[in-house]
């Protein structure tokens, strides 16, 4: 049973357009929403997160916004550059313990 | 800034063979955790750590073991490692500070790529 979805395994995206990355989860009991970038052989990198009692947040060209009634959240990058090229998962964290669970990742390519 | 450092960057090991991965964080912070990374699975938690001596199993811990003997080190260990087991490992540590500005962000190490033949 997958809590956090990405359903979109891979997104293509031309330098300074506007990428925009979505991320649906199941359980009601999620109350932060965080998103990580992972270059090739690196670890994760925390990217922005959002509390549940947001609806949006916003950092530089990152803005993560959250739509609780849909269960949904999306990532915008704007504008989209090469150098953001990379696997972008979502995750959420909720219950007692401080565990994220994390979506599949959408591979994101940002043309020249 | 957190630092957490995985003792391996690439492994090869043989089938039956016992592996170790070893994580160290600097950050002081209680909770330590293992996941692998496969293509077109995302990073599934293997299990973690909320205190020196405990430990929870995560979504995938058969075959795994893991030890934590000190707070800031924490090993991932492979019983007698299989093909299956052929994955990036990542290490990863948060504070159990619920309500820090961090939101209890994780952070990782750089990953450990294990093969096993």
């Known amino acids: 049973d997958q809590q956090v979805k990405q359903n979109s395994p891979s997104l293509s995206v031309q330098e300074g357009r506007i990428s925009i990355l979505n991320c649906d989860y199941t359980?009601?009991?999620?109350?932060?929403f965080l998103w990580y970038k992972k270059y090739p052989a690196e670890g994760p990198t925390f990217l922005i997160s959002i509390s549940s009692i947001k609806d949006k947040n916003e950092d530089g060209r990152f803005t993560v916004f959250l739509n609780k009634s849909a269960k949904h959240l999306s990532l915008h990058i704007v504008p989209s550059q090469p150098g953001d090229s990379a696997v972008y998962f979502c995750?959420?964290?909720?219950?007692?313990?401080?565990?994220?669970?994390f979506g599949k990742g959408t591979l994101l390519t940002v043309n020249p | 800034d957190v630092k957490v450092t995985q003792s391996s960057r690439y492994l090869v090991k043989r089938t039956g063979e016992k592996v170790f991965l070893e994580c160290v964080q600097d950050m002081d912070h209680e909770n330590m955790f293992w996941y692998r990374q496969d293509p077109g699975l995302g990073l599934r938690l293997i299990y973690f750590?909320?205190?020196?001596?405990?430990?929870e199993k995560g979504d995938i811990p058969e075959g795994y073991s893991v030890s934590r003997e000190k707070k800031e080190r924490f090993s991932l260990i492979l019983e007698s490692a299989s093909t299956n087991q052929t994955s990036m490992y990542l290490c990863a540590s948060n504070t159990s500070g619920r309500y820090t500005n961090s939101g209890n962000t994780i952070y990782f190490g750089e990953g450990s790529w294990l093969t096993v033949v």
């Open positions: 359980n009601s009991m999620f109350d932060y």
């Open positions: 750590s909320y205190d020196v001596k405990m430990k």
């Open positions: 995750a959420a964290r909720g219950g007692s313990n401080y565990k994220l669970t």
